[in-house]
């Protein structure tokens, strides 16, 4: 079966530009986490949802990040005004209910210039 | 002081080696201990989970929690070039919630 899938895998854009990451889940997983993976460091949470409640958004770093879910499927995570550090790679979780099992994307790396 | 502190390695040893990769961490709360492994371009994958203290193993790996210390503990025997990769220690209070927190990762390459 399908698993997480995340587009683009790479990203290149020059500092100040808005980008928007795109997350697919495993159909049926309610819950869904993003993640920031900088080189040589561990997983940040970013934000979570869990079907059609309010998401925790207490891990975005910045009012620059957002990200929004269709439902119980699609997920986008955008960055507005980019900046170098902003430079890592974006990693898409989901999993059946929360306290189950998350299943990552391949991740999207985003180089800023 | 980060939560939970990985040696980031690069670590090499020749196949069929006893492998050992180490966490610390400094939150009492943690009662689930995680082990993901990370292909190069991939996302990370879930090999192992322990709750609380006490070893679990499977196959080859064997995970060992020390409560006690704060330190745990991943094992690999008859290590293979398939193993190379990046290991990750996680921990959280739930298990796999959005509270989990990662150690940086452990490169292993395993040499023919």
């Known amino acids: 079966g399908a698993g997480v899938s995340q587009s683009p895998s790479n990203k290149v854009t020059e500092k100040g530009k808005d980008v928007e990451l795109r997350c697919d889940p495993i159909s049926g997983h309610t819950a869904l986490y993003w993640y920031r993976q900088r080189l040589g460091q561990g997983l940040e949470f970013l934000i979570y949802f869990q079907g059609n409640s309010a998401p925790d958004k207490s891990g975005l770093p910045s009012d620059r990040f957002s990200a929004e879910r269709t439902g119980e499927s699609v997920s986008t995570l955008t960055i507005q005004r980019t900046q170098q550090e902003d430079s890592a790679v974006y990693l898409c979780?989901?999993?059946?209910?929360?306290?189950?099992?998350?299943?990552f994307g391949p991740g999207t790396r985003l180089t800023v210039l | 002081q980060k939560e939970v502190e990985q040696d980031p390695g690069p670590l090499s040893v020749p196949e069929g080696a006893i492998v050992s990769l180490n966490c610390t961490y400094s939150n009492s709360a943690f009662q689930y201990f995680m082990w993901y492994r990370q292909y190069s371009r991939k996302g990370p994958e879930l090999l192992m989970y322990t709750y609380s203290s006490g070893n679990k193993e499977d196959g080859r790996f064997t995970a060992q929690v020390d409560k006690s210390s704060k330190y745990i503990s991943l094992f690999i025997r008859d290590s293979q070039p398939s193993d190379s990769a990046t290991y990750l220690c996680a921990m959280s209070p739930v298990y796999n919630n959005n509270d989990m927190r990662f150690g940086a990762g452990t490169r292993l390459t395993v040499k023919p």
């Open positions: 979780a989901s999993s059946f209910q929360t306290n189950n099992e998350q299943f």
